[in-house]
Each structure stands twice: as C-alpha cells, then as structure tokens.
C-alpha cells in the first residue's frame, strides 16, 4: 500500500447542518475510480481506488471552498490482448472544489462541486517478456453531486459521485464514485 497524503479530498464532500461562515471541516473518502480508454473501448473500463483527505471551509452561507490531496489504494488491472495485461496505477494528486450545498431536512444534506484536479497515473503493459510503463500527468475539471447525513453536528457521511472533464488529446474518460467520514470543528 502506498503512503497517505494529506490535505483534501476530491473529495471533502459536504455537511448540510448549521454551518456557518468561518466554520472548518475535515474529512477522509474512499473512492472508486473508473476509466475509460477513449482510443480503445475494448480494454474495458478500469477501477483504481483512491483515498483522500481534506479541508474545506465554509465561506458564506451555503458554500464551501474546500482542498484534498489523493493517493492510490488499489491498481486496477485488465487482459487487454492475449498475453497481454494493462494495469493503471493511480500514483498522487491534489484538487479543490467550490461546493454549494442545501439542507433537505432530518439531517440529510445535497450538494454540488465544481473544482480542479492535478494528479498522475501510470498505465503499465505487460507482455511475457517485456514491461511498459506511461506516465502521465493531468489537470482537469472536475464537477459532481453528493449527498450528507448528519449523525449530529460535528459527523456526518457522504456519498458522491464526480467526473473529470477530459481534453481532446487524453486518452481517458475517468469518474468516481466515494463514500467519507466528515467532522467539522
């Protein structure tokens, strides 16, 4: 396993309960990736995990800016030719997110992000006599929605869903789907 960095999360998702300006949050998301070649579909789509950790703060009523830093958890790796396997490391990264949110009652909460997300994988080709290894870097766009359940006013849960926007010379469609643990202080 790889070591953890810290700060925030792709995924520094939301609390929905009286938050006020001022007010900081931390938080720690697990998140299942998944990745598309858009030059090969026949690859099939691949599920790196990831863990974040991130702060965020509440700037004024119903917004946050939040930051997390990433790391990857598990590689994800597929038969992509006979003898042929392709493996997609997901090495580290940060972002952060402007996220809006609303409370919708008895504790649950919605919100929206829109943020950045500079990070780095590696897709490795291994063939019976030979390795690969393609490192890339990227920053992309990054927008999604997510859902909060306060357990009182410091925890709460979230699960969200985001997606990367890509640029026409990437080589991948990338979303992921994370489930966090929040406390605001």
């Known amino acids: 396993m790889k ?27 697990y998140a299942q990736s998944n990745i598309k070649f ?21 700037v004024i009523p119903n917004l946050a800016i939040e930051g997390y ?38 504790g649950w909460g919605a919100y929206a992000k829109l943020g950045r997300q500079y990070g780095a994988q590696d897709f490795v080709v291994n063939r019976p006599l030979t390795s690969t290894t393609t ?7 990054t927008y999604g929605l997510g859902l909060t359940y306060n357990f009182n006013r410091q ?14 010379t990437e080589s991948t469609n990338a979303s992921t789907t994370g489930v966090g643990l929040r406390y605001m202080f």
């Open 135 to 141: 490192h890339t870097t990227y920053a992309h766009t």
């Open 69 to 106: 830093v990433f790391d990857g958890l598990d590689d994800a790796t597929h038969t992509i030719a006979t003898s042929t396997t392709g493996t997609i490391q997901i090495q580290n990264g940060y972002g952060f997110n402007l996220r809006p949110y609303m409370k919708l009652g008895n």
């Open 155 to 168: 925890w709460s849960v979230a699960v969200e869903r985001m997606t990367s926007k890509s640029i026409p």
């Open 3 to 29: 070591s953890w960095l810290l700060l925030p999360l792709a995924l520094v998702s939301g609390l929905a309960c009286a938050q006020n300006p001022g007010d900081v949050f931390v938080g720690v998301t």
């Open 38 to 58: 858009k030059s090969q579909p026949s690859f099939g789509t691949f599920h790196p995990a990831t863990v974040s950790v991130g702060v965020g703060m509440i």
